[in-house]
């Protein structure tokens, strides 16, 4: 699981350069297995992390159009390229 070992030398190097908080950012508003974050929240979980809530992240759109291609346009054409890889691999794979 080449995740664990990223996070964890991540980790280890904040840990050298005295830092006291490591943050991985995100966890599911509830904790039950049916949310779409429960795997990420495992993840974290498996790295001995304690959950903390804050705020939230929020955008500040510098320039409205390069922003509207990044939150819009941009995960429109991964879903469809997503769905062409898919339709591919069931094809390849005689399905």
């Known amino acids: ?9 991540a980790i280890k190097r904040a840990k050298a ?13 509830e904790f039950i297995e ?6 990420v929240y495992r993840f974290k979980e498996g790295l001995g ?3 903390h809530r804050y705020l939230g ?6 320039n ?13 054409l991964m879903d469809i390229m997503r769905m062409h890889g898919n339709s591919s691999t069931k094809q390849a794979i005689g399905e």
């Open 64 to 76: 409205r159009m390069l922003y509207r291609l990044y939150s819009k346009t941009l995960p429109e």
């Open 1 to 9: 699981m080449p995740n664990y070992i990223l996070q964890w030398e």
């Open 34 to 39: 049916t949310d779409p974050l429960w795997g």
């Open 17 to 29: 350069a005295n830092c006291t908080i490591y943050d991985l950012w995100g966890a599911p508003d």
């Open 49 to 51: 992390g304690t959950v």
């Open 57 to 62: 992240a929020w955008d500040l759109p510098m």
